[in-house]
């Protein structure tokens, strides 16, 4: 199971469609790290809702009702805790990289924004969670040795998936095979 990232409900939003970031992200990273390069890459929108208001019931109408976290048309989603379902296919060991904007107006907006319309929610955090699948005969520790390396940019050609200059990286509990 993934981590909490909060006391209240998070979900996790992705396109129907393959996912041009991560796709690209796994394309470039096979060039610039192909030792550390995952077998796949999935990328999700992160919203997590705190305060006593943030039950699956709240968060559901949200999501119903603002289609600007959620567009029906072209996204699917599913509450955080559900990502552990479904996610042994290929035998493969998962990663969950959290990547927050350490300036974040998403967040703030949506806190603003959703605090006047449900004043049981407490502030928003929007992030990127980028799930890296790792070949199941790496330990563990490999695969999240690995994930470090390609998630945090350190220099040009070592890691892409976050800026620790103006972003926050967290490592949530491994999913497993």
């Known amino acids: ?30 060039r610039i790290s192909p030792v550390c390069c995952p077998s796949v890459i999935l990328r999700y929108d992160h919203w997590d809702f705190t305060g006593e208001g943030a039950t699956e019931e709240s968060v559901t109408g949200v999501v119903r009702h603002y289609t600007d976290i959620v567009n029906p048309n072209k996204q699917k ?13 290929g035998g493969l060991l998962w990663v969950p990289v959290l990547v927050t904007d350490m300036v974040d ?3 703030e907006n949506w806190s603003n924004i959703l605090g006047r319309s449900h004043p ?13 699948g790792y070949d199941g005969s790496f330990s563990e520790q490999e ?13 040009r050609r ?9 972003q926050e990286i967290r490592f949530l509990r491994r999913i497993g095979t």
């Open 143 to 155: 695969a999240e040795s690995m994930a470090m390396e390609v998630s945090v940019a350190t220099h």
């Open 1 to 30: 199971m993934i981590g909490r990232t909060s006391g209240g409900t998070a979900i996790a939003v992705s396109l129907k469609a393959p996912d041009p970031a991560a796709v690209t992200a796994r394309s470039t990273l096979a």
């Open 105 to 107: 107006s998403v967040s």
């Open 120 to 132: 049981g929610l407490g502030p928003v955090r929007y992030s990127v969670l980028w799930r890296l």
């Open 158 to 166: 070592k890691g892409l998936l976050a800026n620790p200059v103006s």
């Open 77 to 89: 989603w599913c509450f955080e805790s559900e990502l552990d379902a479904g996610n042994s296919e």
